[in-house]
């Protein structure tokens, strides 16, 4: 499967005129308005969803940062089609654990507008424990406190052990059911993981390489609070 790089046909890091170009270019050749020939209405959805990742500044450096270290990044939206969700979960998971793997103790406890290093892990953790195991119920594992090492990585790696129990015994049946609490079917919570999982490990590694300007909350933050205080 193609990145967002190689749908558009440009080179990795170009400038936000290139990406442009490079759509308007290939709208015109699969858009069924000005190519009859052509069109092919599952590349062109492709196509719309390379330029709405890489056109959003936000976006394309989270999306930027799993291609260096993925080698190869699939579109979300094709995922489904092409790997095992627990496969899926692991390419992320291999990044946190290699953050906590070489995280120290003074590093954990490192802060950033009142919140500490380790803190934004568990917020990290406690995303995909909520997400992906229990849509419905939740219990914070560390409230109120700040969690040493040990305690972090005996949390990180029992999640983990779930996660994977978890969708490897889901059917794709199970996987399309709608979760009423969320509005929402699995899959759809599951994906929101994995988006909330590359917001986080963008930010946490600019953090270690002392770049952090800025940490901005993923977009369900408040519903997950919310949830946290039941």
Known sequence: MDNYYQILGIPYGSTKDQIQRAFKKLAL???PDTSDKDYDKSRYLLISEAYEVLSDAQQKKQYDYLLRNQKQAIPVKELDNQIRYDQLMNVYLWDMEDILHNLSANQLIWKFKGKTLGQ???EMLFFLDLWILSPVTFRDPFPNTHPSKMALESYFYDLRRRIDKKLRQMSDKQLM???PYWQRSYQECFFEACRHSAH?????SNWLKGELIEFPDFTFKDQILAIKSQ
């Open 29 to 31: 050749q699969y858009h």
């Open 120 to 122: 934004k892990f568990v």
């Open 177 to 179: 059911e709608y979760i």
């Open 200 to 204: 986080y490990l963008y930010y946490l």
